[in-house]
C-alpha cells in the first residue's frame, strides 16, 4: 500500500512542476483551442486557452506505470500500452480543434467513424488479451463471488472500452469536471486493486491519479491549459481496463457514475429529437444543460465531483464485501 501510495503522491507533484514548461511551449506554439459556436455562449472567453495538456499527466502516469507498476506486475503493460496508442489519436483528434487553423477530417462525420473503429480495435485487442495472456478476473459479483462467463467476456470487455472512451470524453467539458472525476474513480479502482494484492495494477491507479491531481493545479478554474482529447481518450481506455483486470467491471458504471450521466443525457438527446424533433435536455451532455439553468461552472463541477466520490465509496463498498 506504502508503495502504491507514494508513486501517485509522487507523480502529483511531478505533474504540477511539469505544468509551467508545458503551458509555456503550448503557448509559444499557439496551440490554443478553438470554442465551438454549439456550446454554452459563457464557453467562447476560454478560446484560445492551451490544449492537449493531457500529455502532462498521462506522460507522468505511464512513466510511473513503467517505472513502478510493471516491476510489480508485468500485466501492468496493458494500460500502458493503451494509453499510449490513444494519447497519440488525442492528440491527432486535439490539432484538428486549434483557433485559428483549419478543422481536419477528424472532425467530419468519416473522421468520426473512423475515430469510432479505432476505439473498437484497440478494445478487442486489450479485450483479448485480458481474456488470454493476462487471464483475468472474469466477472466479480459483490456477495456472490466470482463467475467464469467464457468467450463472451471477449465482446463485454470490448464494449466497456468503447463505452468507457467515449463517456469520458464526453465528460471533459469543464475546467476539473473530468479531471477530478477520474482522479477519484481510478483511486477507487486502486483502493480495490490493493484489497486484491494486486499492487502493480494498484500502483498504475494511483499513478493516474496523483498525476491528474498535479494536472488540477493548472486546469483548476479559470484553466490554463485544458486536457483535450490526448487525455479524455488515454484516461477513458485505461480506466476500463484497470476495472476489467480487477474483475470489478460490474461496478464501473456506478463508480463512474458521472460519466454514465453524461454520456445517456447525449443518447436521450439524440434519440429525443430523432423521434420528436424537439430537445429533451436544454444542451447535451448533462453539464451543458445545468449550464443552461443557470448553475455557474464552478457549481456544477463542485456537484458533479460530489456525486462521483459517492460513486466511488458505494463501488469500494460492494466490492470489499468478497
Avoid at 499510449?84 to 462525420?109: C, Q, S, W
Wanted: charged letters at 10%; proline letters at 4%; one cysteine or more.
Amino acid at each position: 500500500m506504502t508503495y502504491a501510495l507514494f508513486t501517485g503522491a509522487a507523480a502529483a507533484v511531478a505533474a504540477a512542476i511539469l505544468g509551467r514548461p508545458l503551458i509555456a511551449f503550448l503557448r509559444a506554439k499557439k496551440l490554443g483551442k478553438s470554442i465551438s459556436s454549439e456550446g454554452p455562449e459563457s464557453h467562447m472567453v476560454k478560446a484560445g486557452t492551451p490544449t492537449m495538456g493531457g500529455v502532462l499527466f498521462m506522460g507522468v502516469a505511464l512513466a510511473a506505470g513503467l517505472i513502478a507498476g510493471v516491476p510489480k506486475d508485468r500485466g501492468v503493460l496493458l494500460p500502458v500500452a493503451v494509453g499510449l496508442v490513444l494519447v497519440v489519436v488525442g492528440i491527432y483528434d486535439d490539432l484538428g480543434t486549434l483557433l485559428g487553423r483549419e478543422v481536419h477530417g477528424a472532425h467530419e462525420r468519416s473522421g468520426m467513424l473512423l475515430k469510432l473503429a479505432t476505439f473498437t480495435g484497440v478494445a478487442v485487442v486489450a479485450a483479448w488479451i485480458l481474456y488470454g495472456a493476462i487471464d483475468a478476473p472474469r466477472l466479480l459479483v459483490p456477495h456472490y463471488g466470482a463467475y467464469d462467463i467464457g468467450p463472451v467476456y471477449i465482446v463485454i470487455a470490448s464494449f466497456v472500452i468503447v463505452a468507457m472512451t467515449s463517456a469520458v470524453g464526453v465528460t471533459d467539458g469543464l475546467d476539473m469536471l473530468a479531471g477530478s472525476t477520474c482522479a477519484v474513480a481510478f483511486a477507487a479502482f486502486g483502493a480495490i486493486a490493493l484489497f486484491q494484492d494486486q499492487v502493480g495494477l494498484a500502483t498504475f491507479c494511483f499513478a493516474v491519479s496523483g498525476a491528474l491531481l498535479g494536472f488540477l493545479w493548472w486546469n483548476a478554474y479559470p484553466a490554463r491549459v485544458f486536457m483535450g482529447e490526448a487525455g479524455a481518450l488515454p484516461l477513458g481506455a485505461t480506466l476500463a481496463i484497470v476495472s476489467l483486470m480487477t474483475g470489478w467491471w460490474l461496478l464501473a458504471p456506478l463508480v463512474g457514475v458521472v460519466f454514465v450521466a453524461e454520456i445517456l443525457a447525449d443518447v436521450i438527446q439524440i434519440g429525443y429529437f430523432h423521434g420528436t424533433g424537439k430537445r429533451f435536455f436544454r444542451m447535451a451532455p448533462l453539464h451543458c444543460h445545468f449550464e443552461k439553468v443557470g448553475w455557474p461552472e464552478t457549481t456544477i463541477t463542485a456537484r458533479f465531483l460530489a456525486v462521483g466520490v459517492i460513486g466511488a465509496l458505494c463501488g469500494v463498498a460492494l466490492a470489499a464485501l468478497n
